[in-house]
């Protein structure tokens, strides 16, 4: 699953001689390294792994092909250790990730490494983008934790429970399935709420008729699911039912629609087909889902302004909503697979309105 290949085949392409990260994601794209305060610098015959002496025992173990060198001493920065591995070496030109280093970080460089910096922010991350089939079985086992604590936090829905208590206890059952021990912000609100996109769980409790809102998922192996769900605690009103229903049917056409080929640009255009002659168009959002794998809200998104054919082997969340101010908000959300003859749901709960 290791992709070092991959960026040394971008830098002989583009005659550079190293590629500085800083971003997690990458970093353990390129690597397989799990944990915190990293930067890696890659060459083409060489591979250098900057930490602090908190993870140099756990770099040895998980990274043992990377030469781990400690930065961080009084008064020194990542900038100074990079500098002396680029003298030594005699590199020339570092890509970096210039969409995520900090000012500071790139000052210090421009001060003390004596190479010239080029711009390749984004360049690891469309890597990102066509998945493995080993990153593919991770985010299908990740959706399957999902959907199992799912179902779990159906039985602990009732009127009088608060939100917080239950996105808390969503999480936990994620971790008791199997997730890894790494909670993401889920998304758990009631109520007139769930007109909010991302609304925070409070301690609001739920009523008898609200809107039950969760958008949630987990980590398996470092690769994320994303699903959502909009019940009805008690019976669901004729608006609501109305309300989920178009929702239900966006879903569904952009799912059917979904194949290798198909252009991004396309799909919210598709998901408003089902709502037209209604009041119900003027309160979708125009970003319906997006890549997902080791972050979770990754590019290329499905949005009105993504003029880009979707690539077969593409993992893709499809989330329309409908939000009505002071009222409530439904969305719906899967996640899956891009086949070149259409959309492998790996999301395995059923699409019918529940009313507990």
């Not at 970093?27 to 060459?43: A, C, E, P, V």
């Not at 990079?82 to 210039?98: G, P, R, S, W």
């Amino acid at each position: 699953m290791l992709n070092e290949t991959k960026i040394r085949e971008y830098l002989e392409k583009n005659h550079l001689d190293a590629f500085f990260m800083a971003k997690r994601e990458n970093i353990r794209f390129t690597s397989g390294w799990t944990g915190d305060d990293s930067y890696l610098l890659l060459t083409q015959t060489g591979q250098y792994f900057f930490t602090d002496p908190r993870y140099t025992e756990q770099a040895d173990i998980e990274i043992p092909d990377y030469q781990i060198i400690n930065w961080r001493f009084p008064g020194k920065t990542v900038g100074d250790s990079v500098a002396k591995v680029v003298a030594e070496n005699k590199i020339k030109t570092i890509a970096f990730e210039d969409d995520y280093l900090t000012f500071d970080m790139y000052a210090d460089f421009e001060n003390k490494v004596k190479a010239e910096l080029v711009p390749a922010g984004g360049v690891i991350d469309r890597m990102r983008v066509i998945k493995s089939p080993q990153e593919i079985e991770y985010a299908r086992i990740a959706c399957e934790i999902s959907c199992r604590a799912y179902k779990r936090i159906l039985k602990d829905i009732h009127v009088g429970a608060t939100e917080k208590e239950l996105a808390m206890k969503l999480s936990l059952y994620m971790t008791e399935e199997g997730a890894d021990n790494q909670p993401y912000g889920n998304i758990l609100i009631s109520g007139a709420k769930t007109s909010l996109l991302h609304g925070i769980p409070s301690s609001k409790a739920i009523e008898y008729g609200d809107l039950v809102l969760m958008d949630f998922g987990c980590q398996y192996k470092g690769y994320m699911s994303d699903m959502t769900r909009t019940i009805v605690v008690g019976k669901a009103t004729a608006k609501q039912k109305e309300v989920y229903d178009y929702t239900r049917k966006s879903l569904e056409a952009v799912e059917k629609m979904l194949k290798a080929g198909v252009n991004y640009k396309d799909t919210y255009p598709e998901s408003l087909k089902p709502l037209e002659g209604t009041e119900y168009g003027p309160l979708t959002y125009n970003k319906i889902g997006h890549s997902i794998g080791l972050f979770v809200h990754e590019e290329p998104l499905l949005a009105v302004d993504y003029d880009d054919l979707i690539d077969e082997n593409t993992v893709l969340t499809v989330e329309p909503g409908i939000y009505i101010p002071s009222w409530g908000g439904i969305r719906l959300e899967d996640q899956g697979l891009v086949t070149k003859d259409g959309f492998e749901n790996m999301i395995s709960i059923s699409h019918d309105l529940i009313e507990l």
